[in-house]
C-alpha cells in the first residue's frame, strides 16, 4: 500500500513540475474587463501566454495623425522561412523575425489596393487586389476612371528570390477582384499550384474585362456571379498563370436564414437616423427601419435635378427641397428595382475565404450565408459535397480543419470586423465559432465557442482567423478577435470548447471606436505571430500552466514548417522524439486517463531508456510499449493510451 502510494505521488509531482505553476483556472474578475486605451501604450492583460515583442508598423503604412486609417490597415499575413509576410491596404511588409524578440523590418512594399491578403509558394507571392483604386504598377495615384485597363483587380504574382526586392512576374484579373485567395496544392500535381480566389466587390465592366456580366445565371450562364475562380500557376512558368475553370460551388442554394441586429445597434441606428433629420440630412425606410441614405445617392439625385431644369453648378435650394419632398419613392423605386435586376432571393453569389486540406482532399467554404464542405481532389474543379447555415450566424468568414479530418469549425464575422460584437450584451451564439464533426459529406453542428470576455462598444470584435497549435493528440486553436486580442482555446470535446490562454489590449480610444486588433493568430515554429491592424506585429510565446505542459509546448514545438499559409493546412506529422510520449503522458495524468501508478512507472521507463543506446535502448522502449498496451484494456482513456504505446514504438524503431 504504501508502494503505490509513493508512485502516486511521484505522478502527481512529476505532472505538476511538467505543468508548470498556476493557469489552471482563468483569473476572476477578468482583467481583460476595463483596460486602459491607448494606440501604443493601451493596457495589457495576458493568462498563459507571454508578449515576446510589439512591433509598431513601418511609417509607410501608419498615419501618427489619424490613428485607425482606414487605408493603412495591416490584414492577413503569411510565412517564408524567418520571414513574415503581412498584408496592408495598403501594400505589402516583410518582417525578419529571426530574433523574435527584435523584429527586423525588412521590406514595406508600398501598393495600394486593399486588402492585400497574402500567401506564399517556393518563391512566389501572390497578393490579392479587390479595391477600385488599385493599378497594375502600383502606383499610389489611384485610378480615377469608371473604366480603365490601368486597374487591377485580381491576383499579383511576385518572385521574391530576393525578398527585399518583390519582382512583379504578372497579374490575373477576376470579374470580382481578390478579397481572399487559397493557395491550393495538389499532391498529385507537382508541377501546379492553383489558387482558389474569393471577390466580393462588385462585377467589373465587360468594357474593362471582356466577359464579365453581374447577370442572373437564369438570363446569363456565364455569369461572374455564383462561382469562384480557381487560377492555375505552373510553377516553371508563373508568368503563364491564368484562370482555368470558374466552379459554381454555390448551384441550387437558397436564402439562409439569419439573425437580425442586436437590441442596442437598431436603437443606436434609428437615433443616428433621427439626429440625422433633425439637423437636415436625408433618411428613409429600408424594410420598415429608418436609414440614413447613402450620400452618393444623394449627390447623384440632386445632380439629376439640376441637369433635368437645364441649370449647371451646385444644386439648388429648390433641387434640395424637391429631392427631400421625393426621396421615399425615390429610394423605394431604386430598391425595387434592383429586386427585379436581382431576381428571387437566393443564396450566396460567392466565398469570403476558403481553406483547403489536401492531405484529406477537403476543404472548407465560408460562403457568405453557408459553410460549405468541397471536394478538393481534383484541385481545377473543387465540388460541393456538403452544406450548413445556421440562424445564429450572420457572416460565414473563414473554416479549420482539426488534424485528423474529423471536425470542422467555421467563423462568423458578424458586424464586418469594423463593428463591436463582444459587448456584455451581445449573445455567445453570435460572432462566434461552430463547431461541427465531419462523416463522410455530412457536417454535424455540436457548439459555439466565442470569447467570453465582454469588450466595450469602442472596440471591433468578432471571431476572426486563426489556426491549430500543434499539440499531439488534442485539438487547440490560436484565434484573432480584432480588438478583443486572442484566444487559445482547446476543442478537442466538440461540446465543450474552453479558453486556455489570451492575451488582449484596451480599446485604442474610450471615447470612439477605432478599428485595431488582431486580424489573424498564427502558429509558427514555435511562436504564435498576430497581424495587429494599427499596431503593427505581436510574437508570442505559450506558458506552462494547468491546461498545458511543457512536454506538449515542447512536442509542438517540433513541428517545423518551411512555409505557411493558413488557408491551406498541412497534415500535422510529429516525429519520433521522447518529449511526444511525455505530452500524452502529462495528458493522461491531467484527466486521469490512466492509473498514476502506471503514469508514474512509464515515466520512469521512458527516462531509463533515453540513457541507453543500441539494442538496449530499441529493446527497453519495445518493452514499455508493450507494457502500454497491455495497460490500455483498462484504462479510463484506452485510445490515449494506446497512442501513447504507438509514439513508444516509433521510438523503439528510430532506436540507434
Known amino acids: ?47 498563459n501566454v507571454r508578449l515576446v515583442s510589439t512591433t509598431p508598423p513601418s511609417e509607410h503604412f501608419m498615419n501618427r495623425a489619424n490613428p485607425g486609417d482606414f487605408a493603412l490597415i495591416n490584414s492577413d499575413i503569411s510565412f517564408s522561412g524567418n520571414y513574415v509576410i503581412q498584408g496592408n491596404f495598403s501594400g505589402v511588409q516583410v518582417w525578419d523575425i529571426a530574433n523574435p524578440k527584435r523584429p527586423v523590418l525588412h ?88 489558387i482558389y480566389v474569393s471577390g466580393s466587390a462588385p462585377v467589373r465592366s465587360p468594357s474593362e474585362l471582356p466577359g464579365c456580366s453581374a447577370a442572373p445565371l437564369d438570363s446569363n450562364p456565364n455569369s461572374a456571379l455564383f462561382r469562384i475562380e480557381v487560377i492555375q500557376v ?17 448551384g441550387d442554394l437558397g436564402p439562409p436564414a439569419r439573425h437580425g441586429e442586436a437590441p442596442e445597434d437598431i436603437a443606436a441606428a434609428q437615433h443616428a437616423a433621427d439626429s440625422a433629420r433633425a439637423h437636415g440630412g436625408f433618411v428613409a425606410s429600408f424594410n420598415g427601419r429608418d436609414a440614413i ?93 456538403g452544406a450548413a447555415a445556421d440562424s445564429n450566424f450572420s457572416f460565414w468568414h473563414s473554416a479549420t480543419f482539426n488534424n485528423d479530418g474529423s471536425k470542422i469549425l467555421f467563423t462568423d464575422e458578424w458586424g464586418g470586423g469594423l463593428q463591436p460584437r463582444c459587448r456584455v450584451t451581445d449573445k455567445p451564439e453570435w460572432g462566434a465559432d461552430a463547431i461541427f464533426t465531419l462523416s463522410g459529406s455530412t457536417m454535424t453542428f455540436q457548439s459555439y465557442y466565442k470569447l467570453p470576455a465582454p469588450q466595450t462598444a469602442n472596440e471591433n470584435c468578432v471571431a476572426h482567423n486563426g489556426t491549430l497549435i500543434p499539440i499531439p493528440g488534442r485539438d487547440i486553436m490560436a484565434q484573432g478577435w480584432y480588438q478583443g486580442g486572442i484566444s487559445v482555446f482547446e476543442w478537442t470535446d466538440p461540446n465543450h470548447p474552453r479558453e486556455i490562454a489570451y ?88 484527466a486521469n486517463g490512466l492509473a498514476m501508478e502506471k503514469i508514474a512507472a512509464a515515466r520512469q521507463a521512458l527516462a531509463r531508456a533515453e540513457k541507453l543506446s543500441g539494442q538496449a535502448r530499441k529493446d527497453a522502449l ?20 494506446r497512442t501513447l504505446a504507438a509514439a513508444v514504438t516509433d521510438l523503439a524503431n528510430a532506436a540507434r
Open 1 to 47: 500500500m504504501k508502494s503505490r502510494f509513493l508512485l502516486a505521488t511521484l505522478a502527481l509531482a512529476a505532472c505538476a513540475t511538467s505543468r508548470g505553476e498556476g493557469g489552471a483556472t482563468a483569473p476572476s474578475p477578468d482583467p481583460r474587463v476595463g483596460l486602459r486605451a491607448g494606440w501604443m501604450n493601451a493596457a495589457e492583460a495576458a493568462w
Open 107 to 194: 521590406k514595406a512594399f508600398v501598393c495600394p489596393g486593399s486588402q492585400s491578403d497574402v500567401s506564399v509558394y517556393r518563391k512566389l507571392l501572390f497578393v490579392s487586389g479587390e479595391a477600385l483604386n488599385g493599378r497594375i504598377d502600383c502606383g499610389t495615384q489611384g485610378v480615377s476612371d469608371t473604366v480603365s485597363h490601368d486597374r487591377l483587380r485580381g491576383i499579383r504574382i511576385f518572385d521574391i528570390t530576393d525578398i527585399a526586392n518583390p519582382r512583379s512576374i504578372t497579374q490575373v484579373q477576376t470579374c470580382r477582384g481578390s478579397h481572399t485567395h487559397t493557395v491550393v496544392t495538389a499532391p498529385g500535381d507537382p508541377d501546379n499550384v492553383y
Open 234 to 250: 505552373p510553377l516553371a512558368h508563373p508568368e503563364q498563370a491564368h484562370v482555368v475553370s470558374s466552379p459554381r460551388i454555390f
Open 293 to 385: 441614405v447613402f450620400p452618393g445617392f444623394i449627390r447623384d439625385q440632386l445632380d439629376s435635378l439640376m441637369k433635368a431644369r437645364g441649370g449647371s453648378g451646385a444644386p439648388s435650394a429648390a433641387d434640395t427641397a424637391t429631392l427631400r419632398a421625393n426621396l421615399q419613392a425615390l429610394v423605394t423605386a431604386r430598391v425595387e428595382a434592383n429586386r427585379r435586376r436581382q431576381g428571387p432571393p437566393t443564396g450566396p453569389t460567392q466565398c469570403h475565404d476558403i481553406t483547403v486540406y489536401p492531405a484529406i482532399g477537403l476543404g472548407g467554404g465560408a460562403c457568405g450565408g453557408y459553410g460549405l464542405l468541397l471536394d478538393i481532389r481534383d484541385p481545377k474543379n473543387p465540388t460541393r459535397i
Open 503 to 590: 492575451f488582449d489590449r484596451g480599446p485604442m480610444d474610450s471615447t470612439k471606436l477605432l478599428g485595431a486588433g488582431s486580424w489573424s493568430a498564427y502558429w509558427y515554429n514555435g511562436y504564435i505571430i498576430s497581424s495587429e491592424i494599427a499596431r503593427g506585429l505581436d510574437i508570442f510565446e505559450l506558458t506552462p500552466s494547468g491546461f498545458l505542459s511543457q512536454n506538449e509546448i515542447d512536442a509542438a514545438k517540433l513541428i517545423h514548417f518551411d512555409y505557411l499559409n493558413a488557408q491551406d493546412q498541412q497534415k500535422l506529422v510529429w516525429p519520433a522524439n521522447p518529449v511526444v510520449a511525455r505530452a500524452y503522458l502529462d495528458q493522461l495524468a491531467r
Open 622 to 641: 519495445a518493452q514499455l510499449a508493450a507494457q502500454l498496451s497491455g495497460d490500455a484494456a483498462g484504462a479510463a482513456d484506452a485510445a490515449k493510451v
